[in-house]
């Protein structure tokens, strides 16, 4: 499916594909929390050899400080996760350690996205104590990472494209 997608003020736009456009992984860590807001974010999966995007000057790009919860030692993540340094607006996210991958915010993406038949809510363990999941009845919960991938849940349902 293409995906095309804005920030707020429109000053970067871009394009994608992806083979898994069901938002339905919900993310309660702190970095996407704090970089995403609304107490979670909704990241999907896309092919990045198929990314193309209008305003790319107006792109800046974090990567997060991370704590050795035992030590306190801190490294730099990976991810890169972009944004709009006009308006602030959460854009994608792309890390080296799997080059081929994608994720854009879904709260990015201006196509018309379909409707999950459940969700996956992960890293519960780390959600600010103000979070009130809605979690339904066929929804699966993780205190951390969820047993299956993108791929995987949208091949489960039998929703891959």
């Known amino acids: 499916m293409k995906l095309e997608g804005s920030c707020h003020c429109q ?4 394009s994608l594909e992806s083979a898994e456009p ?5 993310c309660y860590c702190s970095i996407c929390r704090k970089t995403a807001g609304g107490g979670y974010a909704i990241n999907l999966g896309g092919d990045y050899r198929t990314l193309l995007v209008e ?40 890390d080296p350690t799997w080059p081929e991958l994608v994720h854009p915010h879904a709260s990015a993406i201006d196509s018309e996205l379909p409707v999950p038949p459940e969700h996956t809510h992960l890293m519960l363990g780390s959600k600010a104590g103000w979070v009130e999941p809605q979690i ?26």
Do not use: K, N
């Not at 000053?11 to 871009?14: E, H, L, Q, S």
């Not at 919860?69 to 994608?92: D, I, K, M, N």
């Not at 009845?137 to 993780?142: A, G, M």
């Open 22 to 26: 069901y938002p339905f992984m919900r």
């Open 11 to 14: 000053a970067v736009r871009f």
């Open 55 to 94: 305003g790319r000057e107006h792109i800046g790009v974090y990567q997060a400080r991370l704590a050795d919860p035992q030590t306190g030692e801190v490294r730099v993540s990976e991810g890169r996760r972009h944004f709009c340094r006009e308006c602030g607006s959460a854009l994608w996210l792309w």
């Open 136 to 161: 339904a009845p066929h929804d699966r919960c993780f205190a951390e990472y969820p047993d299956e991938s993108l791929a995987q849940w949208h091949q489960r349902l039998g929703l891959s494209r």
